[in-house]
Nanobody, 115 residues
Framework: QVQLVESGGRLVQPGGSLRLSCSAF????????LGWFRQAPGKEREGVSC????????YYADSVEGRFTMSRDNAQNTVYLQMNSLKPEDTAVYYC????????WGQGTQVTVSS
């Protein structure tokens, strides 16, 4: 079955860190442009970071630049989002996305930043 499966979301205190994982099943990630998105309650889904399938460069939203790091491990067919210095406004459901000839979305993982 072709799918993306995210994991790693949980409750964390402000200033803490989390690493989200997104594993692909049924297709190879190495040809795909990859992205992390998030959706907070009452807000639209927004892009957080992405890795181009062309030059391999990584791009970040201004709100997470310098705090989040996106990486990919083609051998593990997995993409990661390392999140440091977390803030309450980072609270959201985080989704990974893979796009090439087809586009896939994961089911999402909840990240809650609260004391």
């Amino acid at each position: 079955q072709v799918q993306l499966v995210e994991s790693g979301g949980r409750l964390v205190q402000p200033g803490g860190s989390l690493r989200l994982s997104c594993s692909a099943f049924g297709f190879p990630l190495n040809y795909y442009a990859l992205g992390w998105f998030r959706q907070a309650p009452g807000k639209e889904r927004e892009g957080v970071s992405c890795i181009s399938n062309g030059d391999g460069n990584t791009y970040y939203a201004d709100s997470v630049e310098g705090r989040f790091t996106m990486s990919r491990d083609n051998a593990q067919n997995t993409v990661y989002l390392q999140m440091n210095s977390l803030k309450p406004e980072d609270t959201a459901v985080y989704y990974c996305n893979a796009k090439y000839h087809y586009e896939y979305w994961g089911q999402g993982t909840q990240v809650t930043v609260s004391s």
